[in-house]
């Protein structure tokens, strides 16, 4: 693919060592990185100076799993939001004033889809933060973004029972970050339920977060009719483990939910989920997401 550098596919490559290689991108661009440690996973946190902050307006965290499952190259899921993530960092480093963004690449997102939150790479960031006092961030993670041209805001389902300033912080951030779909995306943007991402762990520790994937306009409107027609897909796909042994108990096929999901999702975990799969367009959005995300101020 003509659009992708080589080290793209250097990155998608068996036997990359993809922490190392992270760290060394950034640093090749005098970015400096560090690993942190946490319940045997191995996070990458971007490191910039003091003058990259102003306490008076909130911390962005903004993060992509840089894991993928074996014998999958990976491409979108999620290769892509690492790579675009990595060159964002690099141009945060001449940032004019201050940006406010705290990245991490993350390690283990993949283990949550058979083992649950507790067990996925971002619940030990997430866990931590909560110890330390940190829930005043606003936290967006990027998942599978190499692929179409309209961006998705993760629909999410929040517990009943949780606290009221809980729902009030997670709808502020949800609705300023619709708010920055909408500027920097004239194309169009869809909020639609999406499978959990790193979003999950720091919604579990009480932390608002939001989730923003992307998706080829014609996969994103035939989803959007298979919902309004299919009232149990959402809770599908939201509680993929769960609701697939409420499938099996029913003697649902589990074919009758796959196939009523975007191509780009069954793509992941294949050998299909390549450079080929990736489309061009995708990059420029994101780029003028990130761009939005960096000139973004929010008071504290």
């Not at 866990?127 to 692929?147: M, P, Q």
């Not at 069954?266 to 989920?273: I, S």
Request: proline share 5%; charged share 20%.
């Amino acid at each position: 693919m003509s659009f992708l550098p080589e080290e793209f596919l250097e990155y998608i490559s068996p036997d990359c060592n993809r922490m190392q290689f992270i760290r060394d991108y950034l640093k090749k661009f005098g970015v400096e990185s560090a690993v942190c440690a946490i319940d045997g996973k191995n996070h990458i946190l971007v490191q910039y100076g003091s003058s990259a902050y102003n306490p008076q307006f909130k911390i962005k965290t903004v993060i992509a799993h840089y894991d993928r499952v074996s014998g999958s190259p990976g491409a979108n899921d999620n290769s892509a939001a690492d790579f675009q993530l990595m060159n964002w960092a690099v141009t945060l480093k001449n940032y004019p004033g201050f940006h406010n963004i705290r990245i991490f690449f993350t390690d283990g997102e993949e283990l949550g889809w058979n083992t649950g939150v507790s067990e996925q790479g971002a619940f030990g960031i997430a866990k931590t933060f909560s110890r330390l006092g940190i829930k005043n961030d606003d936290v967006y993670v990027f998942d599978a973004c190499g692929r179409g041209s309209v961006p998705v805001l993760s629909r999410t389902l929040i517990n009943e029972k949780a606290p009221a300033s809980f729902k009030k912080s997670f709808t502020d951030l949800f609705n300023r970050t619709q708010d920055l779909l909408r500027s920097v995306c004239p194309q169009g943007w869809m909020s639609l339920p999406v499978p959990y991402s790193d979003n999950a762990s720091f919604i579990a520790c009480g932390i608002p977060a939001v989730a923003i994937t992307m998706l080829p306009a014609d996969e994103a409107s035939l989803y959007a009719r298979e919902l309004s027609v299919n009232h149990d897909l959402e809770n599908a796909v939201l509680n993929r483990e769960s609701s697939k042994k409420e499938r099996m108990e029913s003697h649902v096929p589990e074919y009758a939910y796959k196939e009523r999901i975007p191509l780009t999702w069954r793509l992941f975990h294949t050998q299909k989920d390549n450079a080929a799969s990736l489309t061009r367009d995708s990059f420029g959005v994101m780029s003028a997401i990130l761009a939005g995300l960096a000139a973004l101020k929010v008071p504290v």
